[in-house]
């Protein structure tokens, strides 16, 4: 005979892995990738990138730069791509080797909880194709 517990804590563990299973991934609710991309150079700060390679139609190759606003999907030939990618690499080889100490006494545990969201950022844009993926950056 099945107890009362046991069987409480089968059908929730079956509640929880149907709930995780349906719910996919960040990216596949938001977008599944670029399908079309710019060459205009984009004037806002970027914060990252991510490339995209042509997997499956309608996906094609892209070099996925993120700023404050949103995602543009760029084409990864365009004039101005290699010299940023180059840049923001730079930039983080520079912020990993000569981490910044605040003189202050703050410590990074109370700047982490006192800046983090529990909100989704949203991404809209008007030329270019927002794409709803985690960026990070990546070689190319």
């Not at 290699?82 to 545990?109: D, F, M, N, Y």
Request: some cysteine; overall charge positive; proline content about 6%.
């Amino acid at each position: 005979m099945v107890s009362c517990g046991n069987m409480l804590k089968s059908v929730l563990v079956a509640i929880v892995l149907v709930a995780v299973a349906e719910s996919g991934s960040t990216s596949e609710k938001l977008a599944s990738c670029c399908e079309q991309v710019t060459k205009q150079e984009i004037m806002e700060p970027i914060l990252g990138y991510l490339v995209q390679s042509k997997s499956v139609k309608p996906c094609v190759n892209a070099v996925i730069f993120q700023t404050e606003k949103a995602l543009f999907c760029v084409h990864p030939r365009a004039p101005w791509v290699h010299r940023k990618i180059i840049a923001l690499k730079q930039e983080k080889r520079q912020t990993i080797s000569s981490p910044s100490v605040s003189p202050s006494g703050v410590s990074l545990l109370s700047i982490i909880t006192s800046t983090a969201s529990t909100s989704l950022p949203s991404f809209s844009s008007s030329s270019e194709t927002p794409v709803g993926e985690n960026i990070s950056d990546q070689n190319v």
